[in-house]
């Protein structure tokens, strides 16, 4: 549970977003990635969608309540659509392991949520 704030790894950030759920203040301008990824998952009932991922909270929210789509372009320069592709395929197990891809990443971290050690 500790928050380092300025998590190095990608994976761990994710992570500690995701086991954190019951943060809901609401800052909105979050410069920790942690807390835009955890403020996103706590406010699914948002749907506005700028496109411009400058602002992490609304563009991951919006990725989480478009789950159906199913496009993968990996090479996504959109936030929105990155973390949207890696949800609508979490049934996808393969672990790569050098994440070189966002998507992969993101994919990785929600399939192994239990999994404390870093792959990276």
Do not use: K, R
């Amino acid at each position: 549970m500790l928050c380092p704030c300025s998590p190095t790894c990608f994976v761990h950030a994710v992570l500690h977003a995701l086991s954190m759920q019951s943060y809901m203040l609401c800052p909105c301008s979050p410069t920790c990635f942690v807390h835009a990824v955890l403020h996103a998952l706590s406010m699914q009932s948002y749907m506005l969608c700028p496109c411009s991922p400058y602002m992490l909270c609304p563009c991951s929210l919006h990725a989480l309540s478009m789950q159906s789509y199913m496009l993968c372009p990996c090479s996504l320069t959109c936030f929105v659509h990155a973390v949207l592709h890696a949800l609508s395929m979490q049934s996808c197990m393969l672990c790569p392991c050098s994440l070189a891809c966002f998507v992969h990443a993101v994919l990785h971290a929600l399939s192994m949520q239990s999994c404390m050690l870093c792959p990276t």
